[in-house]
T-cell receptor, first 109, second 113 residues
Protein backbone atom coordinates (compact mmCIF):
# COMPACT_ATOMS: atom_id res chain seq x y z
CA UNK A 1 0.00 0.00 0.00
CA UNK A 2 1.14 3.53 -0.68
CA UNK A 3 2.24 5.75 2.18
CA UNK A 4 3.57 9.30 2.50
CA UNK A 5 5.55 10.43 5.53
CA UNK A 6 6.42 13.96 6.54
CA UNK A 7 8.59 13.58 9.64
CA UNK A 8 8.32 17.18 10.85
CA UNK A 9 4.94 18.45 12.09
CA UNK A 10 6.41 21.88 12.80
CA UNK A 11 9.31 23.72 11.22
CA UNK A 12 10.47 27.20 12.16
CA UNK A 13 13.13 29.21 10.33
CA UNK A 14 14.19 32.84 10.10
CA UNK A 15 13.58 34.99 7.05
CA UNK A 16 16.38 34.57 4.53
CA UNK A 17 17.41 31.16 5.82
CA UNK A 18 17.22 28.03 3.65
CA UNK A 19 14.32 25.73 4.27
CA UNK A 20 13.79 22.04 3.50
CA UNK A 21 10.54 20.20 4.13
CA UNK A 22 11.02 16.44 4.08
CA UNK A 23 8.79 13.92 2.37
CA UNK A 24 9.31 10.18 2.03
CA UNK A 25 7.01 7.77 0.25
CA UNK A 26 6.45 4.10 -0.28
CA UNK A 27 4.78 2.94 -3.47
CA UNK A 28 5.24 -0.16 -5.57
CA UNK A 29 4.60 1.54 -8.90
CA UNK A 30 5.98 4.62 -10.62
CA UNK A 31 5.09 7.51 -8.32
CA UNK A 32 3.58 10.84 -9.23
CA UNK A 33 4.27 13.27 -6.40
CA UNK A 34 2.98 16.70 -5.47
CA UNK A 35 3.38 19.42 -2.91
CA UNK A 36 0.20 21.21 -1.86
CA UNK A 37 0.14 24.33 0.32
CA UNK A 38 -2.56 25.81 2.53
CA UNK A 39 -2.06 29.43 3.56
CA UNK A 40 -4.01 30.78 6.52
CA UNK A 41 -7.74 31.00 5.71
CA UNK A 42 -7.20 29.85 2.11
CA UNK A 43 -8.02 26.65 0.32
CA UNK A 44 -5.55 23.86 -0.34
CA UNK A 45 -3.71 24.59 -3.57
CA UNK A 46 -1.11 22.92 -5.72
CA UNK A 47 2.44 24.20 -5.30
CA UNK A 48 4.53 21.75 -7.32
CA UNK A 49 4.29 18.48 -9.19
CA UNK A 50 7.40 16.45 -9.85
CA UNK A 51 6.79 15.87 -13.55
CA UNK A 52 6.78 19.63 -14.18
CA UNK A 53 10.28 20.04 -12.80
CA UNK A 54 9.63 23.76 -12.35
CA UNK A 55 10.25 26.27 -9.59
CA UNK A 56 7.20 27.93 -8.05
CA UNK A 57 7.61 30.87 -5.64
CA UNK A 58 11.28 29.90 -5.37
CA UNK A 59 10.49 26.35 -4.24
CA UNK A 60 11.89 23.27 -5.95
CA UNK A 61 11.49 19.57 -5.28
CA UNK A 62 13.40 16.67 -6.77
CA UNK A 63 12.17 13.13 -6.87
CA UNK A 64 14.84 10.72 -5.58
CA UNK A 65 13.64 7.22 -6.39
CA UNK A 66 16.65 5.61 -4.69
CA UNK A 67 15.85 7.28 -1.38
CA UNK A 68 12.08 7.37 -2.09
CA UNK A 69 12.04 11.04 -1.19
CA UNK A 70 10.54 14.24 -2.59
CA UNK A 71 11.87 17.00 -0.35
CA UNK A 72 10.76 20.61 -0.87
CA UNK A 73 13.47 23.24 -0.77
CA UNK A 74 13.83 27.00 -0.91
CA UNK A 75 17.18 28.77 -0.57
CA UNK A 76 15.86 31.94 1.09
CA UNK A 77 12.63 31.70 3.06
CA UNK A 78 10.18 34.62 3.14
CA UNK A 79 7.58 35.45 5.78
CA UNK A 80 4.81 34.87 3.25
CA UNK A 81 5.95 31.25 2.94
CA UNK A 82 4.46 30.55 6.38
CA UNK A 83 1.78 27.92 5.72
CA UNK A 84 0.87 24.25 6.03
CA UNK A 85 2.59 22.09 3.43
CA UNK A 86 1.38 18.66 2.36
CA UNK A 87 3.23 16.11 0.29
CA UNK A 88 0.91 13.89 -1.77
CA UNK A 89 1.18 10.78 -3.93
CA UNK A 90 -1.15 10.00 -6.81
CA UNK A 91 -2.22 6.47 -7.61
CA UNK A 92 -1.93 5.13 -11.15
CA UNK A 93 -5.64 4.33 -11.12
CA UNK A 94 -7.90 7.33 -10.77
CA UNK A 95 -7.20 10.73 -9.29
CA UNK A 96 -6.95 9.64 -5.66
CA UNK A 97 -4.24 11.35 -3.61
CA UNK A 98 -2.55 9.95 -0.52
CA UNK A 99 -1.38 12.80 1.70
CA UNK A 100 1.33 13.07 4.31
CA UNK A 101 0.50 14.44 7.74
CA UNK A 102 1.61 17.93 6.79
CA UNK A 103 4.34 20.30 8.00
CA UNK A 104 3.48 23.68 9.48
CA UNK A 105 6.20 26.08 8.34
CA UNK A 106 6.71 29.33 10.22
CA UNK A 107 9.11 31.92 8.86
CA UNK A 108 10.09 34.40 11.56
CA UNK A 109 11.12 37.99 10.78
CA UNK B 1 -13.48 30.14 -14.21
CA UNK B 2 -15.13 29.74 -10.85
CA UNK B 3 -13.35 27.35 -8.52
CA UNK B 4 -14.74 24.31 -6.77
CA UNK B 5 -17.77 25.36 -4.74
CA UNK B 6 -18.90 23.53 -1.63
CA UNK B 7 -22.10 24.13 0.28
CA UNK B 8 -22.85 24.67 3.03
CA UNK B 9 -19.66 26.07 4.57
CA UNK B 10 -20.65 25.14 8.11
CA UNK B 11 -23.00 22.58 9.58
CA UNK B 12 -23.90 21.64 13.13
CA UNK B 13 -25.65 18.33 13.70
CA UNK B 14 -26.33 15.99 16.60
CA UNK B 15 -25.44 12.34 16.95
CA UNK B 16 -27.68 10.00 15.02
CA UNK B 17 -28.72 12.54 12.41
CA UNK B 18 -27.75 12.42 8.77
CA UNK B 19 -26.20 15.09 6.58
CA UNK B 20 -25.74 15.84 2.88
CA UNK B 21 -22.88 17.95 1.55
CA UNK B 22 -22.74 19.38 -1.93
CA UNK B 23 -19.89 20.05 -4.35
CA UNK B 24 -19.89 21.82 -7.72
CA UNK B 25 -16.68 21.15 -9.65
CA UNK B 26 -14.87 23.58 -11.90
CA UNK B 27 -16.74 23.92 -15.17
CA UNK B 28 -15.60 21.18 -17.54
CA UNK B 29 -14.15 18.99 -14.81
CA UNK B 30 -15.66 15.54 -14.76
CA UNK B 31 -13.91 13.82 -11.84
CA UNK B 32 -14.81 14.64 -8.24
CA UNK B 33 -13.08 13.33 -5.12
CA UNK B 34 -13.93 13.77 -1.45
CA UNK B 35 -11.52 13.93 1.49
CA UNK B 36 -11.97 14.15 5.25
CA UNK B 37 -9.56 16.41 7.13
CA UNK B 38 -9.12 16.10 10.90
CA UNK B 39 -6.32 17.22 13.26
CA UNK B 40 -5.60 13.63 14.28
CA UNK B 41 -5.82 11.79 10.96
CA UNK B 42 -4.92 14.52 8.48
CA UNK B 43 -6.33 14.31 4.96
CA UNK B 44 -7.97 11.00 4.16
CA UNK B 45 -9.53 9.95 0.88
CA UNK B 46 -13.23 9.10 1.01
CA UNK B 47 -14.25 8.37 -2.58
CA UNK B 48 -13.95 9.43 -6.20
CA UNK B 49 -16.68 9.79 -8.81
CA UNK B 50 -16.48 9.93 -12.56
CA UNK B 51 -19.30 9.59 -15.11
CA UNK B 52 -21.80 9.22 -12.26
CA UNK B 53 -19.99 6.11 -11.00
CA UNK B 54 -17.93 5.60 -7.88
CA UNK B 55 -14.46 4.64 -9.12
CA UNK B 56 -12.47 4.50 -5.89
CA UNK B 57 -13.37 4.22 -2.24
CA UNK B 58 -11.31 4.86 0.86
CA UNK B 59 -11.40 2.99 4.14
CA UNK B 60 -14.56 4.47 5.63
CA UNK B 61 -17.69 2.73 6.93
CA UNK B 62 -20.78 2.32 4.80
CA UNK B 63 -22.42 5.27 6.60
CA UNK B 64 -20.42 7.43 4.19
CA UNK B 65 -21.83 7.46 0.69
CA UNK B 66 -21.94 9.73 -2.30
CA UNK B 67 -23.19 10.22 -5.78
CA UNK B 68 -22.50 12.22 -8.88
CA UNK B 69 -25.01 13.77 -11.22
CA UNK B 70 -24.93 14.07 -14.99
CA UNK B 71 -23.64 17.65 -14.73
CA UNK B 72 -20.69 16.34 -12.64
CA UNK B 73 -21.96 17.92 -9.44
CA UNK B 74 -21.53 15.61 -6.48
CA UNK B 75 -23.05 15.05 -3.07
CA UNK B 76 -21.84 13.06 -0.13
CA UNK B 77 -24.05 11.75 2.62
CA UNK B 78 -23.22 10.63 6.13
CA UNK B 79 -25.90 8.75 8.05
CA UNK B 80 -26.16 8.03 11.77
CA UNK B 81 -23.65 10.71 12.63
CA UNK B 82 -21.07 10.04 15.33
CA UNK B 83 -18.96 12.50 17.30
CA UNK B 84 -15.89 11.31 15.40
CA UNK B 85 -17.39 12.49 12.12
CA UNK B 86 -16.65 16.08 13.11
CA UNK B 87 -14.23 17.24 10.44
CA UNK B 88 -13.60 19.45 7.45
CA UNK B 89 -14.87 17.71 4.32
CA UNK B 90 -13.04 18.73 1.18
CA UNK B 91 -14.13 18.24 -2.38
CA UNK B 92 -11.65 18.27 -5.25
CA UNK B 93 -12.19 18.18 -8.98
CA UNK B 94 -9.98 17.34 -11.92
CA UNK B 95 -10.46 17.43 -15.65
CA UNK B 96 -10.85 13.72 -16.17
CA UNK B 97 -10.52 10.40 -14.39
CA UNK B 98 -6.91 9.80 -13.41
CA UNK B 99 -6.03 13.35 -14.34
CA UNK B 100 -3.97 15.63 -12.15
CA UNK B 101 -3.81 18.07 -10.59
CA UNK B 102 -6.84 18.21 -8.35
CA UNK B 103 -8.39 21.54 -7.43
CA UNK B 104 -9.85 21.84 -3.96
CA UNK B 105 -12.82 23.69 -2.56
CA UNK B 106 -12.95 25.56 0.75
CA UNK B 107 -14.63 22.63 2.44
CA UNK B 108 -17.65 22.09 4.65
CA UNK B 109 -16.94 22.23 8.39
CA UNK B 110 -19.17 19.62 10.08
CA UNK B 111 -19.54 19.70 13.84
CA UNK B 112 -21.36 16.95 15.71
CA UNK B 113 -22.78 17.75 19.14
Amino acid sequence: AQRVTQPEKLLSVFKGAPVELKCNYSYSGSPELFWYVQYSRQRLQLLLRHISRESIKGFTADLNKGETSFHLKKPFAQEEDSAMYYCALAQTSGSRLTFGEGTQLTVNP
Amino acid sequence: KAGVTQTPRYLIKTRGQQVTLSCSPISGHRSVSWYQQTPGQGLQFLFEYFSETQRNKGNFPGRFSGRQFSNSRSEMNVSTLELGDSALYLCASSLDWGYQPQHFGDGTRLSIL
